[in-house]
């Protein structure tokens, strides 16, 4: 499609700033050197203007292509865009003060923040989920492609309510609370013991369980789907094509789960657990194979006028 396609569409000038946001931020990386838990503070923005920009560059994309008529397709677009420039504006605002942005509630400013960010990411995981029944109803969708985008909106539907396991208060800050003592609630780290330094950018922990990584997952196997219907659009539709790719779904959605139960048991997904590690590499030997056998699909033949 072309660019005056999308030129008009809100989520897309969202991606754009979004991308705008993370070039501009870049710098402060190595301009500013303050640190938060360890960690720059302009790391936490960037991480999220990235996810967000690829999020909306890649959904405008299913708005545009498969919902166009949709009546709600606009409106959509304005709530997903209004909301997560909320959350983007929150956590960039906070990291210019120095604070942390989520389960912060060591003064009335920071919960103000910390309240404002669970609404508007909630109102966006609904609209997110707005878009599953539309595509479920479209007429002129083919099986594999619609259960491709189902698949991608579904578990990326389930990775965003991920989140709301790490903004439940634990229980020794509840008692805190009682106490009028206020500093955090809820942590995205599960488990005994420190979390330790993390993986390189994401700071995620390869020590304790930490509920980011199901959460990211989840969120971004979409663009995975996307793409898989993206090269399903002109090839011939098969009945092998809509089992695989339900094949697919399954497994991706039960690596999800999988992490999610790991994530909670206090173990780190990137540590060895034998049992979890197994059942995760019989999983991406299915994916793989799936996943290559779908791409190997021939396309629709041109005809040929034979004189």
Do not use: C
Request: glycine share 8%; net charge positive; no cysteine.
């Amino acid at each position: 499609m072309k660019y005056a396609d999308f030129k008009r569409q809100p989520l897309f000038w969202n991606g754009i700033a979004m991308a705008v946001l993370t070039i501009s931020m870049i710098p402060l990386v190595f301009l500013d050197t303050r640190t938060l838990l360890g960690v720059n503070l302009w790391i936490k923005p960037i991480k999220f203007t990235v996810s967000l920009g690829v999020y909306s560059l890649s959904t405008v994309w299913i708005l545009k292509r498969f919902l166009k008529d949709w009546r709600f397709n606009r409106k959509t677009q304005i709530v997903l865009t209004i909301t997560s420039v909320i959350e983007i504006v929150l956590i960039t605002l906070q990291a210019a003060r120095g604070e942390s942005s989520h389960f912060n509630v060591s003064n009335t400013w920071n919960q103000i923040v910390f309240s404002i960010m669970g609404t508007s990411i909630s109102i966006f995981w609904l609209f997110h989920l707005g878009m599953i029944l539309p595509i479920l109803k479209e007429k002129g969708i083919s099986k594999s492609v619609r259960e491709s985008l189902l698949w991608g909106l579904t578990i990326a539907g389930f990775g965003m309510i991920i989140g709301f396991f790490m903004t439940q208060p634990r229980p020794e800050q509840l008692e805190l609370m009682k106490q009028g003592i206020f500093q955090t609630s809820g942590s995205h780290s599960f488990g005994t013991g420190e979390p330790g330094q993390g993986l390189t950018f994401f700071g995620w922990s390869t020590v304790i369980g930490d509920m980011r990584v199901p959460h990211f997952f989840g969120m971004h196997v979409m663009q995975i789907f996307f793409v898989i219907a993206a090269s399903l659009l002109h090839k011939k539709e098969t009945s092998d094509q809509v089992f695989m790719v339900r094949f697919m779904g399954g497994l991706f959605l039960s690596m999800n789960i999988l992490m999610v139960v790991q994530t909670l048991l206090g173990q780190s997904i990137f540590s060895f657990q034998p049992l979890f590690t197994v059942v995760y590499g019989i999983h991406l030997l299915f994916i793989v194979s799936l996943g290559l056998r779908l791409f190997s699909f021939p396309k629709f033949l041109e005809p040929k006028v034979f004189i």
